[in-house]
């Protein structure tokens, strides 16, 4: 297979508000991730991807943009990010950057004209409907199609006596991708970006840009706000693949970039394949979410802690189906989290007594696979989910949203403990650096609450220690970017064994005769498996002690080893 830059390369994600603030302000900054660059050169990542640092209101933390052209300001300016690009490349270090199509903010000047009257020429720029009358003569959404984030996906405005479209917060209008003159704008913004140094993109919401254009009532039964979550209405549609394949051809295919779709849940393998396929020329990979909610956490607001549990079978499955349907067809992003995910160490490791234990199996698990590896920041020292016991500790619009639907039905605990499983501010909280005070993300009380082990969990000490967490990825960039086992890493096939097993996760890895074997305990409970392979060798493992026999093989809590085998 002959690749592509980008197949080589291992990913980390940075979320800036959080990461690193140089200036005291208590918000990360663009200057922030330039100092520590060489920590990400050190960690040996190659590529990053920067969440949105645009000029927004940050209805929802830059996803919200009102100007694409600008920085928002307590980020830095666009000099700065400029600057990051160049000392990133400096140091062979990509960039890509978020890309958001299918909202804008309220606030940008394409918005403020179009609510203004029906006749201005920004109006088609989104999509506005008439509202319905109900029989008690009020007056109703134009459907009762649900938002993502709580609520109708309809906001009604005033002006114009209308309702516009936003499947996301009432501050965050959809595009309507059918205009063509808002395309060619799109089109003009991206290859701008790209023409000041950027790699690529991380695509944002990009299965939604094409809607039911019937906008006909959806029979879903409706949901807890007295909406229908009928994504289908707006998700993977035949007419998004039109508008695609226009950018592929007038912008993307012009440079040599990156472009990662995120089409989250409801895409298939094969809807993957139309995507981003090899042969198709739309993106370079998509950002699939099926793996992420094998605990059942999702929308688990009446359980306990105790009822949530891994169920192992279900996510090697998955795992699985994505890396043989796309093996040799189209490239593969491997990821645990993102900053819409609660901190995988918290969902499927043990952030207790074994919290060395089960990073590291996470790690080798995930980083031993086909495609390439993002980390997102914090995740490389296992970093957890927030610790917060207050509401108005929370910050996001989706977290605030379904408190003040469930708390008076569930009541104030119980709605914070599924938040401090579920929410999307688990993975939002302040870069651990040190053990010094505010975690030395800022000399100053942050914007965002800093979890209290951070005097434990931290960059600083997992620096120290040869056997942290931290090194353990190091090692594993390593293997994957610059050892004999690269090319079995990178090209190998992936065959999942012991596919029943409720507590290991096992598979091979082949290239050219070679193999590779992974197996890892996701639990606590020691367990015992057996092999017929001939080991040759132990290639890094999360125990000390590797006098291994494959053939009857008691497992530890977490235990994960990468074996070179002879079949
Ligand atoms: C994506 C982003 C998420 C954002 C949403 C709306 O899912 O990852 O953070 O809220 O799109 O842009
Ligand atoms: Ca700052």
Not at 189 to 213: E, P, S, T, Y
Not at 263 to 272: C, E, L, R
């Amino acid at each position: 297979m002959e690749r592509k830059w980008w197949q080589e390369a291992v990913g980390y994600q940075i979320y800036p508000k959080t990461f690193k603030d140089s200036n005291n302000d208590g918000i990360g900054d663009i200057q922030g991730i330039i100092s520590k660059l060489s920590y990400l050169k050190h960690l040996g990542v190659n590529l990053l991807w920067i969440c949105p640092f645009y000029k927004s209101p940050m209805d929802d933390n830059g996803y919200d943009v009102s100007d694409y052209f600008e920085v928002n300001k307590i980020f830095g300016s666009l000099d700065d990010v400029k600057e990051l690009i160049e000392k990133a490349h400096e140091l062979e270090i990509k960039i890509i950057l978020d890309l958001v199509m299918n909202q804008t903010s309220d606030e940008h000047s394409w918005f403020i004209e179009s609510r203004k009257n029906l006749t201005n020429d920004k109006r088609d720029y989104y999509i506005w409907k008439k509202g319905k009358i109900d029989e008690n003569g009020n007056l109703k959404e134009p459907n009762n199609w649900a938002s993502f984030f709580g609520g109708s996906c309809w906001k009604y405005d005033e002006t114009t006596n209308e309702f516009y479209m936003k499947i996301f917060s009432d501050k965050m209008p959809d595009l309507n991708w059918e205009n063509e003159k808002m395309r060619e704008e799109m089109k003009k913004m991206i290859c701008w970006w790209l023409d000041n140094g950027a790699d690529g993109f991380r695509v944002d919401a990009i299965a939604h840009l094409a809607k039911d254009q019937s906008f006909a009532d959806s029979e879903m039964e409706k949901d807890g706000f007295g909406y229908c979550p009928d994504w289908q209405k707006f998700s993977n549609r035949d007419r998004l693949y039109d508008y695609l394949t226009e950018l592929n051809q007038d912008v993307f295919s012009k440079y040599d970039c990156l472009t990662i779709g995120e089409v989250g849940g409801g895409a298939s393998t094969a809807d993957a394949l139309r995507y981003s396929g090899f042969d198709v020329n739309r993106f370079s990979m998509v950002f699939t979410f099926d793996h992420c909610w094998e605990n059942g956490a999702f929308g688990s607001l009446d359980k306990q802690d105790d009822e949530i549990k891994t169920n192992l079978v279900n996510l090697k499955r998955i795992f699985a189906r994505w890396q043989n349907d796309l093996y040799g067809k189209c490239y593969n992003p491997l990821y645990w989290l993102n900053h819409d995910h609660p901190r995988v160490i918290s969902q499927y490791g043990n952030v207790g007594r074994y919290h060395k234990e089960s990073g590291k199996m996470l790690a080798t698990t995930l980083h031993m696979m086909w495609g390439m590896p993002f980390i997102y920041n914090g995740e490389e020292i296992g970093m957890t989910n927030v610790d917060y016991d207050d509401i108005n500790d929370f910050n996001d619009v989706s977290a605030k949203n379904a408190y003040n639907q469930f708390v008076g039905e569930l009541g104030k605990e119980q709605v914070l403990r599924y938040l401090r499983r579920c929410s999307r501010d688990n993975a939002r909280t302040p870069m651990q650096w040190s053990s010094e005070k505010y975690a030395g993300f800022s000399e100053v009380e942050p914007v965002v609450k800093v979890v209290g082990n951070y005097k434990w969990i931290n960059v600083e000490s997992n620096l120290k220690d040869e056997d942290s967490i931290l090194n353990h990825y190091r090692k594993l960039i390593q293997l994957r970017r610059n050892s004999e086992y690269s090319d079995i890493i990178i090209d190998g096939s992936f065959t999942l064994i012991d596919e029943d097993n409720p507590n290991v996760f096992s598979y091979l890895r082949r290239y050219n005769g070679r193999s590779l074997l992974v197996v890892s305990n996701f639990f606590e409970k020691e367990t015992k498996i057996g092999y017929g392979y001939k080991m040759l060798k132990v290639v890094l493992s999360n125990y000390h002690h590797n006098d291994y026999n494959l053939n009857d093989l008691t497992l530890r809590p977490y235990e994960s080893i990468i074996f070179e085998i002879y079949e």
